[in-house]
Nanobody
Framework: QVQLVESGGGLVQAGGSLRLSCAAS????????MGWFRQAPGKERVFVAAIDWSGGDTAYANSVKGRFTISRDNARKTVYLQMNSLQPEDTAVYYC?????????????????WGQGTQVTVSS
């Protein structure tokens, strides 16, 4: 069992930056690949970024590639999402997720554990 708690969301102006954190507790963090997803009002939850167990492999949605960076610190049991050049269309609840597979996964159905989400709002 893995518990995930996101933090770092908030309100930012377009062009600004935020860094989301996801702290994990429970079983061995390094056994899990991690991902970030987001859900805007009235829309489905979509993939944002993912990272393998070691941090050596990452994947990004085309909409965030070049602006967002996912990373992890296995010693701190934390995964991060650095978000730069934020735009109003990035407004959503951002969810952290863990999958018991160690490779990068880009679909929600592969993830076993989810956090409660953190709100990111980008004003124009």
């Amino acid at each position: 069992q893995v518990q995930l708690v996101e933090s770092g969301g908030g309100l930012v102006q377009a062009g600004g930056s935020l860094r989301l954190s996801c702290a994990a507790s429970g079983r061995t963090f390094s056994s899990y690949a991690m991902g970030w997803f987001r859900q805007a009002p009235g829309k489905e939850r979509v993939f944002v970024a993912a990272i393998d167990w070691s941090g050596g492999d990452t994947a990004y949605a085309n909409s965030v590639k070049g602006r967002f960076t996912i990373s992890r610190d296995n010693a701190r049991k934390t995964v991060y999402l650095q978000m730069n050049s934020l735009q109003p269309e990035d407004t959503a609840v951002y969810y952290c997720a863990a999958t018991s597979g160690i490779v990068v996964r880009t679909t929600a159905r592969h993830y076993d554990y989810w956090g409660q989400g953190t709100q990111v709002t980008v004003s124009s």
